[in-house]
């Protein structure tokens, strides 16, 4: 079943191929290399989460992807390269900010925006003349790179709109049918996407937070600015339209929200079956409701939300009752994302 919202589409086997996170084996690494050298589509993990790949330098491949995904024209894609060589392919000139970031963050969950070559396809970039490009540090998705022998644009794996996948069943449940094959190597690392920094303006600017954070960031080059206006945002994947979102209503519970968390999700039980995601223990002791349990820490939260934001779709939950965590540290990149899968924020 095609997930909701993804257009009508001339269905396609999809090959899933499971590989070794470490040692993904030459045969099905140059099996996909060849799909995306001939302007094919191959989803592979990365450490923050599964990537649908398609050759950068090619046109017609990279409009592919925003055609399974029912992804809008108007949102970049990140450029995943395997070398520096490689980089020189993609951005006119890598600036000496660029160089220092590289050298301490790559391979590595940093992107970042550059001034685009010409070679480049203008869909990637969604006519902007900057291209956003990262090198991952996961050997599947290095090994693909290098055997393909070209750049990889590669937005998440998923519906447009959809939690982003962090397992291969969760890209089969989106796009099965709608690409040529899946590198199975299981759950990724880290869970949420790359940071984002816009290197083109006067001042280093975050436009999408993630596991490298501001002070990281920082402590190599300096002060760093966070963007707000929808221009800036336009330069980067992830912020300019609805993401993250499962079939369920998100409810996100900030911190210091002076409401208990039983009560809330009693409330929303009147309303049918409610899933709940944090670290407190609730048991609003109703039929209906549906629990799972993490930690208040920021690295199992990422590596967990959005796979459990699906299995409470699977559980037939028509709300989901999110409770938020600290913004220290890697928190921050998570509480951005929960804020934009919730439709309503309590606490806020």
Known sequence: MLARGVRPYNLIDTIIKKVEADNPGQSAIASAATIIRSGGLVAFPTETVYGLGAD?????AVQRI?????RPSDNPLIVHVSSRDMLSRVVADVTPVARRLISTFWPGPLTIVLERRSEVAAA????LPTVAVRMPANTVAIELIKAADTPIAAPSANASGR???????????????RIEMILDAGATHIGIESTVLDLTGDTPSILRPGWITREMIAGVIGPVSLAASGDELSRSPGTR???????????LVEEGAGRSLDDICAEFLREGPVGFIGHAKVDPDRPGFHAINLTADAEEYARSIYAAMREMDDKGAA????QGISEAGGGAAVMDRLRRAATAIIGS
Do not use: C, W
């Not at 990637?124 to 006519?127: D, K, L, N």
């Open 124 to 127: 990637v970039s969604a006519g």
């Open 319 to 322: 709300v989901i009752v999110v």
């Open 56 to 60: 950068a330098m090619n046109e017609r």
């Open 241 to 251: 339209h609805q993401h993250y979102n499962p079939r369920a209503r998100v409810v």
């Open 163 to 177: 939690p982003s996948p962090t397992r291969a069943e969760h890209v089969v449940q989106d796009l099965a049918g």
């Open 66 to 70: 925003f055609e399974a995904k029912g």
